[in-house]
C-alpha cells in the first residue's frame, strides 16, 4: 500500500460516507447498503477501495463479513498530515 491510495480512496464521497458510518461500529454491507443510494454490490466494491488503502478492515461472521475501520491505517495518515501542521 502506498500513502496516495488512501487519499483515492477518501476521495469519493460514497466512501467517505461508509467510513462515517463504520466510525460508529462495524457493520456488514447489507447495514451499510441501507444508507446510501446504490446496490450491495456497488457497496462492496468501495468496501474493496478502503481495504486496499488499509482504511477498513474486514473479519468474517458466519457468511458475512463485518467491516470496521482501520485504526493503523489512519494512524498512517495522520503521521503524514501532522507533519504540515509542525512547522
Do not use: C
Not at 32 to 38: D, I, N, T, Y
Not at 75 to 87: H, R, S, T
Request: proline share 6%; net charge positive.
Amino acid at each position: 500500500m502506498i500513502l496516495t491510495d488512501a487519499f483515492v480512496a477518501i476521495a469519493d464521497p460514497n466512501r467517505r460516507h461508509l467510513l462515517e458510518e463504520l466510525r460508529r461500529g462495524p457493520k456488514t454491507v447489507g447495514q451499510l447498503a441501507l444508507g446510501l443510494p446504490v446496490s450491495r454490490p456497488a457497496v462492496s466494491q468501495h468496501l474493496k477501495v478502503l481495504l486496499d488503502a488499509g482504511l477498513v478492515n474486514a473479519r468474517p461472521e458466519g457468511a458475512r463479513r463485518v467491516y470496521a475501520v482501520s485504526e493503523h491505517g489512519f494512524l498512517k495518515l495522520n503521521i503524514w498530515l501532522d507533519q504540515f501542521w509542525q512547522a
